[in-house]
Each structure stands twice: as C-alpha cells, then as structure tokens.
C-alpha cells in the first residue's frame, strides 16, 4: 500500500481520532472476566429502556473479515429479573439514546 493512500486510511479510521483530539464523549471501559460471556444489548429512548436482548456466546470465529460470535438467545421471560433493573438503571445514569 503506497504511504499516502495508508496516511489517508489512519487519518479517516475513527478509532485514530482520539491521537488528535480530547474526547467528548463518554468512554466505557471494560474489565476482561472470566466465565461466560453475555451480551446485553439495549434500545433504550429518552434514557427509558425500551427494549434489550439477552444472548450468551457459544464460540468464537475468525476470519478474514474478522471476528465473529455464534450466540444462543433467551427469551426474556427466562432473564434474571435483576437484569431488567440493570438495563433500566443503565439508561437512566447513561442517558442512553437521550
């Protein structure tokens, strides 16, 4: 790849955005766990939860086009009840979707 087609990749990739600038935005950061691997996926409007799906990971594939989850999904009547206060909470310290 010639150096300016490259420079104009890193300087277009929004993850090189931070190299430039203070972020304003907020910035999860997350501790690796050991164990099963959940995925909470949340719609939420005016920081009310709306909606949110509960899945856990399977297996792991990678490819060339990167990497990718096999996930078995739950119905949430099967969901912890705790969860729902979670999400809930969530949306509501985050502003999600404000």
Known sequence: MNRAL???LLNSNPLNVHKRKALTYPLLVQ???HGN???LTGFFQNG???HFSYS???DVISNAFGSSS???YR???TAPAQLFDIMR???QTSGAHA
């Open 6 to 8: 490259n420079n104009d």
């Open 31 to 33: 501790q690796f766990i």
């Open 37 to 39: 691997l959940l995925d």
């Open 48 to 50: 009310d939860l709306v």
């Open 56 to 58: 856990r990971a399977i």
């Open 70 to 72: 096999v996930s078995r």
């Open 75 to 77: 119905q949430l009547a």
């Open 89 to 91: 909470h969530f949306g």
